[in-house]
């Protein structure tokens, strides 16, 4: 995966899109706002994710 595609992007209306099984890779400085967004959507939406880190990219799986 190239650094271009790695580029902030917006969490919320991606993840919210994702369907069970999904996978979205984002940089590592995105850590704090994926785990907060992972948060709300599993408040409001039901919604479960996974993340890992590998290197410097945050690799969040929909699980639920």
Do not use: C, H, W
Not at 7 to 14: S, V, Y
């Amino acid at each position: 995966m190239k650094n271009k595609e790695l580029l902030k992007r917006p969490l919320a209306p991606i993840m919210r899109a994702m369907l069970i099984g999904d996978v979205e890779k984002y940089p590592s400085s995105q850590y704090r706002s994926i785990s907060t967004t992972a948060s709300n959507l599993t408040i409001e939406e039901g919604k479960k994710f996974s993340k890992r880190t590998i290197g410097s990219i945050v690799e969040v799986k929909r699980t639920k």
